[in-house]
């Protein structure tokens, strides 16, 4: 396939997904985080503040748009392999594709977003430890949790998608999307180590 025809189709079909899946999940997790907002913003200490001045400090406005981004995702993830199928799928064998759906270059583009839409995870659960929690985890830690909850959530799919039989079982699935959560966490910490190099370089040396 030419590389200009490739970039064109996936890009198209990744259109198509966020068309599909992106929306409502967008929607309703907006709806949460307001929810969210009017209740912390009733339980604030201070009341000097508005309703917008209370969301937009600093420490606020990280720690909501941490947990909208945590939503999200899984919101989406949710969505497009459960959510959206109930209804529409019946499949009669879900052990039919066990072992089917290795091709990186499959036309449906499948395998490269099962591996994408997996990726953010290291940096969602490093924000959100920091932002929400208060607790800042180290890169080794980062990069285990994201790709044992990567592994985990995908389980967690195909094993719904077995039991309503809803979609297929797929080894090469629970492999592609701990791969996504795997390579996103390294990408992450890559860039984190990076920035902090360039950071605390001395400027006396600087030419």
Same mark, same amino acid.
């Given at each position: 396939m030419n590389i200009k025809i490739f970039i064109n189709t996936f890009i198209n079909s990744g259109k198509q997904l966020a068309e599909q899946f992106v929306f409502w999940p967008l929607i309703i997790v907006c709806v949460i985080m @307001?929810?969210?907002?009017?209740?912390?913003?009733? +339980?604030? #200490? %201070? !009341?000097?503040?508005?309703?917008f001045e209370f969301a937009g400090t600093p420490g606020n406005e990280k720690r909501y748009l941490s947990i909208?981004?945590?939503? @999200?995702?899984?919101a989406i993830i949710l969505n497009s392999t459960l959510i959206s199928r109930i209804g529409v799928y019946h499949i009669d064998n879900p052990l039919e594709n066990l072992w089917t759906g290795w091709n990186p270059f499959s036309e449906d583009f499948s395998v490269i977003w099962n591996t994408i839409v997996f990726m953010p995870l290291g940096l969602i659960f490093y924000l959100y430890k920091k932002n929400v929690k208060g607790i800042k985890i180290h890169s080794k830690a980062c /990069?285990?949790? %994201?790709?044992?909850? #990567?592994? #985990?959530?995908?389980?967690?799919?195909?094993?719904?998608q077995l039991i309503f039989k809803i979609g297929t079982?797929?080894?090469?699935? @629970?492999?592609?999307?701990?791969?996504? !959560?795997l390579l996103g966490a390294l990408i992450f910490v890559a860039i984190? +180590? @990076?920035?902090? +190099? /360039? +950071?605390? /370089?001395?400027?006396?040396?600087?030419q």
């Amino acid at each position: 396939m030419n590389i200009k025809i490739f970039i064109n189709t996936f890009i198209n079909s990744g259109k198509q997904l966020a068309e599909q899946f992106v929306f409502w999940p967008l929607i309703i997790v907006c709806v949460i985080m @307001l929810i969210i907002l009017i209740r912390d913003f009733r +339980k604030r #200490a %201070s !009341g000097s503040l508005n309703f917008f001045e209370f969301a937009g400090t600093p420490g606020n406005e990280k720690r909501y748009l941490s947990i909208m981004v945590f939503l @999200l995702l899984f919101a989406i993830i949710l969505n497009s392999t459960l959510i959206s199928r109930i209804g529409v799928y019946h499949i009669d064998n879900p052990l039919e594709n066990l072992w089917t759906g290795w091709n990186p270059f499959s036309e449906d583009f499948s395998v490269i977003w099962n591996t994408i839409v997996f990726m953010p995870l290291g940096l969602i659960f490093y924000l959100y430890k920091k932002n929400v929690k208060g607790i800042k985890i180290h890169s080794k830690a980062c /990069i285990w949790m %994201s790709a044992i909850s #990567a592994f #985990a959530t995908s389980l967690f799919i195909e094993t719904t998608q077995l039991i309503f039989k809803i979609g297929t079982f797929q080894i090469s699935d @629970l492999f592609y999307n701990t791969l996504g !959560g795997l390579l996103g966490a390294l990408i992450f910490v890559a860039i984190r +180590k @990076l920035r902090r +190099k /360039i +950071k605390y /370089i001395d400027p006396s040396k600087k030419q």
